[in-house]
C-alpha cells in the first residue's frame, strides 16, 4: 500500500521551474502516526545573485497512518521594496519507508504540490527521496529532490535541487548543527558552476516539552552564499506546535 501510494504520486508529477523559497526547510523521513501539528516557517533573504525578499508560511498537518504525514500550507511572499502578498497554495505528502535503525538509513520520499496565485507559473511538483543516518551522537539528513512546473505558460524543464542537515545532539532542548540548499539546475544536465546557487550555515535546533503529546519544535539557520548565483545571506526559522 505504502509503495503504491508513492509510485501513483510520483507519476503524477512526471507526467509535471520551480523556485527557492527562503523559509524552505529540510524534510525528515520519520512520520509519527496521530500526530497533528501548525507549522510557521519564515525566511529573509539578502545580496548576492538571488533577490532580496522575505518569504512566510502557516500550515497545518496530520498523520493519519503510521507511514504517511500530510500538510496543507498558505505561502505569503513580500519582495524588497513592495508589500506582502499571497504566493500560493501547498499540499505536502510525507511517506515512511523503513523503521528507524532497520535498515543502513532510514529513508522516505516527499512529495508537494503548490498552486501559485499567479496561474500562469502552472502547478509546482517537487518529489524526491529522504535519507537520515545516524553516528552515535551525530545525526546526518540528505535529500535531493527533483522540481518541476506543468500547464505553465512558458515551458519548464526538470531542475535538481538538494538539502542537507547535520545536527549534535547535545540535549533535546537545544542542539547544534549545519544546514544547506542548493540547486543545479537541470537534472540531467547541470547548470555551470556561477549559475548554480549553493548556501549553507550553522543552525541550531530545540524542543520545549509542553506536557502529553504537546510540544514545541524549532529550527533556525543563518545561510551563506557558497556561489554566485545565490542570497548572500539567509535567515530561516521554523517553528512547529505538536498535539
Avoid at 211 to 237: E, H, K, M, P, Q
Wanted: proline share 5%.
Amino acid at each position: 500500500m505504502k509503495r503504491n501510494c508513492c509510485l501513483a504520486f510520483a507519476a503524477l508529477a512526471c507526467a509535471a521551474n520551480a523556485h527557492a523559497d527562503p523559509d524552505d526547510y529540510v524534510h525528515l523521513p520519520a512520520v509519527e502516526y496521530g500526530e497533528r501539528e501548525i507549522d510557521f516557517k519564515f525566511g529573509s533573504q539578502h545580496g548576492g545573485g538571488d533577490e532580496s525578499r522575505a518569504n512566510t508560511s502557516i500550515g497545518f498537518g496530520y498523520s493519519p497512518t503510521q507511514w504517511w504525514f500530510t500538510e496543507f500550507y498558505g505561502k505569503w511572499e513580500h519582495p524588497s521594496g513592495e508589500s506582502t502578498r499571497f504566493d500560493e497554495f501547498e499540499w505536502e505528502n510525507k511517506f515512511q519507508l523503513t523503521e528507524p535503525g532497520q535498515y543502513w538509513a532510514d529513508a522516505g520520499f516527499l512529495i508537494e504540490i503548490e498552486r501559485p496565485s499567479d496561474h500562469a507559473e502552472g502547478w509546482e511538483f517537487k518529489l524526491g527521496p529522504l535519507f537520515q543516518k545516524d553516528f552515535g551522537i551525530w545525526q546526518v539528513n540528505f535529500n535531493p529532490l527533483f522540481e518541476r512546473a506543468v500547464h505553465a505558460a512558458e515551458p519548464q524543464v526538470t531542475e535538481l535541487h538538494y538539502e542537507w542537515q547535520v545536527k549534535y545532539r547535545w540535549r533535546e532542548e537545544l542542539e547544534f548543527g549545519a544546514q544547506g540548499f542548493g540547486n543545479l539546475g537541470e537534472w540531467d544536465h547541470w547548470a555551470p558552476g556561477s549559475e548554480q546557487e549553493h548556501k549553507l550555515g550553522p543552525a541550531i535546533f530545540g524542543k520545549v516539552l509542553l506536557g502529553g503529546r504537546n510540544t514545541i519544535v524549532w529550527n533556525a539557520a543563518w545561510l551563506f552564499g557558497a556561489s554566485d548565483a545565490a542570497a548572500r545571506n539567509t535567515f530561516r526559522l521554523q517553528t512547529e506546535y505538536e498535539f
